[in-house]
Each structure stands twice: as structure tokens, then as C-alpha cells.
């Protein structure tokens, strides 16, 4: 298993990458789902902070084999056979996502994120075996970053409840971060930018998908069980507006030209952490005002409607700081997705409107960076001709 050509050409997603993608977003929608049910029941501090843990660790494994895949996938039998072990881990950690929510109990989600964790170990040994110098250096750093980690990992499930379980999530959260920058300080692995952009693509297309289904069977669900059609079709037409313009803001620039050392791309990848997050966590929103709607969820209109404007201002937010503002022109481009992620946090308290009122905020944004874009590009012709 040696590294892959940095500057290779037409370098695309697998049909196993996608696979593995896919089998994630099990494990997020299983997330979301009990993060609507926290939040239903009135205990959105407690379903934030869980939903935040679990997140992190399907997040982490997900990145950890994209970018590793990005420089060394050979696509023969072992490397299948483990990167298939990692998805059995994920599932595994997926059937363990509701004791974690509502026992605190991580031990099943400790034994998925082990099976993962030991598979991305053993892909890196792989490639250190058939490397040498600072290549091997940098395979063996990471496996014995990710063993020690994983090691760490078992004071989550032996720490009292509360605050000190909290500590020892965001130390060893940090910790795991830690391994790339550490494995990676004096060689960069060979990944592939415009394949690295592909698969974070992707997986936010995937996420936002399953926010889609999400927020359909909830409203199905609403109309099918208490005829309230008339209370949901706001809810529904917002959310999808809403969804359409993240995919729209998402993809409106090619990120990949930025993409050009580890310095850029570590802050790029690990604050879609943020990005993914907020967009599952919209679609659990638009599922927590339908419950409010139809009278099932305990908490007030306004609390529903945080629900899903939060994330959506969140998620326009860090695509913005991540990637739109380095193509953008003059304060109005600069100031666009800022400004409209204040408004979607202002229809907060829009009452039973507030989810429409987002939707169609978010879409005024994009008609506004469209047009702005194309102004600024129909002057620099008009300069260039002159």
C-alpha cells in the first residue's frame, strides 16, 4: 500500500467510499432522532451536549478514513475487507446511540467507535510495512495516536455523570485532534484536494438528504395522525427552502483551489464539524416544530422554531468563515450570509411562521449572492475589454 499521486488526475469517489458514507449517515440520522426526542421532551441542554459527543465520534472516524483514503486507497481485497470492518463499527456504534442519550451509557458506542478505531489502525500499519523514512514515520504516529486515543476513550464510560464527563469528552476530543497535527508535523501525507472537496461534498449532500427524509416523515406523520395540514405546510415549506439554499450556498464556489497545505486544510476539515452537525441538526429542528405544532412536544413555539434556526444560522455561518468569503468582492458580497444568518436567528420569534419566514430568508440570500456575483463578474469583463 504506497501513497497516490498528489497532482493525479480525474481522481473521483469510489463506489466504497460512497458505500461507507451512506452506512454513516445511519448512525447520524440515529442521532437525530434522539436529539428530537431530547428536545421534545424539554431537555435540550442534556440532548445538545449528547448529540454534540456522539456526532464527534462518528464525525471523527468518517474524516479519519476520508483522508486517509485520499492518499493511500489501493482498492484491493484487505483494504475492502477493513474499510468494511469500519462500517460494521459504525453500525454497531449507531445501535448504541440511545442508551448514550438517555443512560449515559457509551458502552456500545465505545465498542463501534473501538472497531472503527482499530480498523483505521490497521489500515495504517498497513501502509507503514510498505513504506519507509518519514512516510513510515508518519503511518506509525498515526496508529499509535489512534490506539492511545482509543485507549483514553474508556474514561468517558468510568467518569461520573455531569461535568466531569463533560471534561473528559472535550480532552480527549482535543487529544484526537491532536494526532494528525502531531503525525503530520514534519511530512503532509499525499491527499488529493480536489478529492478531499468531492467526498466533504458529498457527505453534506448525504446529510442533507437525510434531513429531507427526516423533516417528510415527520410531516407525514403530522398530517396522517392529527389532519393538521394547515399547521404543517408552513413548517414543510420552510424547511425545504431551507434546505435547498444550504445546498445552494454550500456548493456556489470551487473550495478545492484553496486546498493546498495541511495548514489550510486541517482548519477547512475539522470545522465542518460544524457544518455536518448543523445541517442533521436542522432537519431534527424542522421534526421538533411539527411535533410542537401538532401538540406532542413540551416547549413553547419559540423554543420549536430555535430548534431550527439555530443550526441555520450556524451552518451559514461556518460555510461562510470556511470557504464563501474567500470569493467574495466588496463589503456587500463579505457581508451577505453574516447578515442573513442574524435574520434566520431573528425569526426565531416569528411564532408559528418562524420556520417559512427562515426558509424564505435563506433563499432571499442566495437570490442576493447570485446576483452580486454576477454583478462583480459582468464588471471585471467590462474592465477587462477596457
Given at each position: 500500500m504506497v501513497e497516490r499521486g498528489r497532482n493525479e488526475e480525474h481522481r473521483a469517489a469510489s463506489p466504497l467510499e460512497?458505500?461507507?458514507?451512506?452506512?454513516?449517515?445511519?448512525?447520524?440520522?440515529?442521532?437525530?432522532?434522539?436529539?428530537?426526542?431530547?428536545?421534545?421532551?424539554?431537555?435540550?441542554?442534556d440532548g445538545v451536549i449528547s448529540y454534540a459527543r456522539v456526532f464527534f465520534a462518528i464525525w471523527w472516524a468518517w474524516m479519519n478514513f476520508t483522508w486517509f483514503a485520499s492518499a493511500y486507497d489501493n482498492d484491493d481485497v484487505i483494504y475492502r475487507v477493513v474499510t468494511l470492518v469500519q462500517i460494521a463499527g459504525v453500525l454497531v456504534l449507531a445501535a448504541g446511540?440511545?442508551?448514550?442519550?438517555?443512560?449515559?451509557?457509551?458502552?456500545?458506542?465505545?465498542?463501534?467507535?473501538?472497531?472503527?478505531?482499530?480498523?483505521m489502525a490497521a489500515h495504517w500499519l498497513r501502509a507503514a510495512r510498505a513504506s519507509g523514512g518519514a512516510e513510515r514515520t508518519v503511518a506509525l504516529r498515526y496508529?499509535?495516536?489512534?490506539?492511545?486515543?482509543?485507549?483514553?476513550?474508556?474514561?468517558?464510560?468510568?467518569?461520573?455523570?455531569?461535568?466531569?464527563?463533560?471534561?473528559?469528552?472535550?480532552?480527549?476530543?482535543?487529544?484526537?485532534?491532536?494526532?494528525p497535527l502531531f503525525a503530520e508535523r514534519n511530512r503532509q501525507t499525499s491527499w488529493h484536494p480536489h478529492h478531499i472537496a468531492e467526498r466533504y461534498g458529498l457527505f453534506t449532500i448525504?446529510?442533507?438528504?437525510?434531513?429531507?427524509?427526516?423533516?417528510?416523515?415527520?410531516?407525514?406523520?403530522?398530517?396522517?395522525?392529527?389532519?393538521a395540514l394547515g399547521e404543517l405546510l408552513p413548517i414543510a415549506a420552510g424547511g425545504l427552502l431551507l434546505v435547498f439554499a444550504a445546498w445552494w450556498i454550500y456548493f456556489a464556489v470551487p473550495i478545492h483551489d484553496r486546498l493546498r497545505s495541511n495548514r489550510q486544510a486541517f482548519v477547512w476539515g475539522y470545522g465542518h464539524y460544524l457544518i455536518f452537525a448543523s445541517a442533521a441538526a436542522i432537519g431534527a429542528g424542522i421534526e421538533v416544530a411539527v411535533e410542537q405544532a401538532v401538540g406532542e412536544a413540551h416547549l413553547s413555539?419559540?423554543?420549536?422554531?430555535?430548534?431550527?434556526?439555530?443550526?441555520?444560522?450556524?451552518?451559514?455561518?461556518?460555510?461562510?468563515?470556511?470557504?464563501a468569503r474567500y470569493f467574495k468582492e466588496g463589503a456587500a458580497q463579505q457581508l451577505t450570509l453574516p447578515v442573513s444568518a442574524l435574520v434566520v436567528l431573528g425569526c426565531t420569534f416569528a411564532g408559528h411562521w418562524a420556520v417559512l419566514a427562515a426558509g424564505i430568508v435563506a433563499t432571499l440570500t442566495v437570490a442576493t449572492g447570485t446576483t452580486l456575483?454576477?454583478?462583480?463578474?459582468?464588471?471585471?469583463?467590462?474592465?477587462?475589454v477596457a
Open positions: 460512497l458505500f461507507f458514507d451512506l452506512c454513516f449517515v445511519v448512525a447520524v440520522a440515529q442521532g437525530g432522532v434522539e436529539l428530537v426526542h431530547a428536545v421534545a421532551q424539554g431537555h435540550t441542554g446511540v440511545s442508551r448514550a442519550f438517555e443512560d449515559d451509557d457509551f458502552t456500545v458506542v465505545w465498542l463501534g467507535y473501538l472497531v472503527m478505531r482499530l480498523a496508529a499509535g495516536g489512534i490506539l492511545v486515543c482509543q485507549i483514553g476513550w474508556l474514561g468517558l464510560m468510568f467518569a461520573p455523570g455531569g461535568v466531569a464527563q463533560d471534561l473528559v469528552f472535550l480532552a480527549m476530543a482535543l487529544l484526537e485532534m491532536c494526532v448525504i446529510v442533507l438528504g437525510e434531513t429531507i427524509s427526516a423533516a417528510t416523515i415527520a410531516v407525514k406523520s403530522g398530517v396522517e395522525e392529527h389532519d413555539t419559540t423554543a420549536a422554531a430555535a430548534a431550527v434556526t439555530v443550526p441555520a444560522a450556524v451552518f451559514l455561518l461556518m460555510v461562510w468563515a470556511l470557504h456575483s454576477a454583478r462583480a463578474a459582468r464588471a471585471g469583463r467590462a474592465e477587462r
